[in-house]
């Protein structure tokens, strides 16, 4: 059993329990509700409990669940007698199987972040092999609108201009995506009959996009990977915080650019595909790569405890395919 008060590099390692399946893109609103069937602070272990209090010095007084994500287990701000808040995610095996380790990758990420970017602090961290608990400091702020605003639209690009730092230590998108980016390739070799037909109609042209798609994702920047709506928080001054990092790694600086252009496309907004600093051919590939994971993850069957992952991957890649066609077309 592990209890930490700091989680860092070496506590978790961050490549040994990586877990595949990325981007799952979870929403709060719009097209299907794909999300865990989450239990609440009370059904926690009264040792994950325990644990949690000991963190914050006091027993938890009050605990509200937050809405969105895919974990099925916890996702709680929390107050406690001392009057300290924080946001507390735990999870255990019997749960889902990935996500403890997801959470432990988590806290190695976040352990290997640099200081002063717009994520809030990890205060403490809970592994007992079995349930795994991540403390954070509570951050005073809500999910943006959606659908999106402008003015939230440029603080998340604000945010994410800030996060795109050199790193070190971290896994790389470019080896990450070697097979996800192989969806076209599946698919081509065995093609449900739900198929898209622009899509079925292009099968070697997709698979070569994403191979170049793929070939894009080099770089050392800091990528979290997974830029949604229910990933960011608006604080009061309408600054933005990042939350949820298990899927933090180092790539191109545009990456995460891309998919809050894929997220405002899916919950309705503005935002131009200018935003994205890239050379076009690069930002095609990725699209196509992207869509192509979606679109062979769909038809399998859905994991424990996410009973609508699958049908909102096919509406992630109906959207991407939407998004590609409208600039194959322009181009």
Request: hydrophobic share 45%; net charge negative; proline share 8%.
């Amino acid at each position: 059993m592990t209890v930490s008060n700091r989680a860092s590099p070496d506590e978790h390692n961050v490549t040994k329990f990586r877990v595949r399946a990325r981007w799952p893109f979870a929403i709060i609103g719009g097209m299907v509700q794909a999300s865990g069937v989450r239990i609440g602070w009370p059904q926690l272990p009264e040792r994950v409990r325990a644990a949690v209090e000991g963190v914050l010095g006091a027993p938890v007084t009050g605990a509200v669940s937050q809405p969105g994500g895919f974990s099925p287990g916890t996702a709680d701000r929390v107050v406690a007698a001392n009057g300290r808040r924080a946001f507390v995610k735990a999870v255990g095996l019997d749960l889902n199987p990935d996500s403890p380790a997801l959470h432990r990758t988590e806290a190695g990420v976040v352990g290997a972040l640099p200081a002063g970017l717009p994520t809030p602090p990890l205060l403490g961290v809970y592994d007992d092999g079995d349930w795994v608990a991540l403390v954070y400091e509570d951050v005073d702020g809500r999910h943006p609108h959606t659908p999106w605003h402008d003015d939230e639209v440029a603080a998340v690009l604000e945010a994410l201009r800030r996060l795109a730092v050199p790193v070190s230590g971290l896994p790389s998108l470019l080896t990450e995506t070697a097979g996800d980016y192989a969806g076209w390739r599946n698919l081509a070799a065995d093609p449900p009959a739900t198929l898209d037909p622009w899509a079925a109609a292009r099968l070697d042209r997709l698979v070569e996009l994403a191979a170049r798609g793929h070939a894009a994702m080099a770089g050392d920047r800091l990528v979290h990977g997974d830029v949604r709506a229910d990933n960011l928080l608006v604080r009061p001054d309408g600054s933005v915080v990042v939350v949820d990092w298990p899927w933090g790694c180092t790539g191109p600086a545009w990456f995460d650019t891309l998919t809050l252009v894929l997220n405002v496309r899916l919950y309705g907004g503005r935002v131009d595909d200018a935003v994205i600093d890239a050379d076009p051919g690069d930002i095609d590939g990725c699209i196509a790569g992207l869509a192509g994971m979606f679109a062979d993850r769909a038809r399998r069957p859905a994991p424990p405890g996410l009973p609508t992952v699958r049908q909102f991957q096919q509406d992630q890649a109906d959207v991407l395919l939407a998004w590609l066609r409208e600039r194959l077309s322009a181009s």
